[in-house]
């Protein structure tokens, strides 16, 4: 499975959301994306590329776009 | 009953409420986010003060402000009640810009009750149809009883939460609110 299906995949299994709502989605966008889902999206993010990501890399993952952003650092090394 | 100091976290601190907090703890309880849940305060800013002040006094009832670390008042968490080693959580109302904002608080307000209060159990009540609760709750693997009716014809959900079980929630959240290395595995 490619990177930008991980990824997707993250965000689509733990906020029970479709692809389509991916693009522009933001945290608090929705129910599911708060504190709570936050922590269960960033488990995901890490398991799927196992990777420990930074704590304020995780507090910054404020969006879709964002995180892939952070994901591409040179820290985690995830090619979209 | 004021408790002199601060709570201090990495992402809030928690200070007891003083009457310069007055407008702020009305205000927020009467925010659409929380007036759903929360039983409403109609009251006016010097009634407000008066029990403020009422509740700085009183024996076994902790009531916090929550602030960020810029200085912003962004919510409230207490615990009440304290009877024995037993008290109830509530008044919990945090509009917090990032997600370790509301965690901490709460995690401060469990360290205050089972450290410094030696508390062992901490009960929460919540309506059973305020869902986003109910979810930040099940994070501190407190025990869920099935919903009650109350006197309103609510349904309601009390949840236990231990201080055994809240030492082994702590520890997770902490590896994650307070990590300090980023490390790459692969």
Known sequence: ?80 | MAVTGTLEGRYVDLKSCTEDDAEFTRDIRKDPEFVKYLPAIDNTLEQQKAWIRCQREKSGDYFFVVWDKEGKRIGTISIYGVDGDHAESGRLAIKGSNPFQALEAQILAFRFAYGALGLECIDAFIYADNERAIRFNKQFAGKHYPPETDENGRKIIKIENWRKDFETVDKKLSSILYREKKKRSK
């Open chain 1, 1 to 80: 499975m490619d990177n930008l299906k991980k990824y997707n995949n993250a965000f689509i299994e733990t906020f029970e959301i479709t692809e389509d709502q991916l693009a522009g989605l933001k945290y608090q966008d929705i129910a599911a994306w708060d504190s709570v889902g936050h922590m269960g999206l960033i488990a995901a993010l890490e398991d799927a590329f196992d990777i420990m990501m930074d704590t304020d890399d995780i507090i910054d993952l404020s969006s879709y776009e964002k995180g892939k952003e952070i994901l591409a650092k040179d820290e985690y090394g995830v090619e979209f």
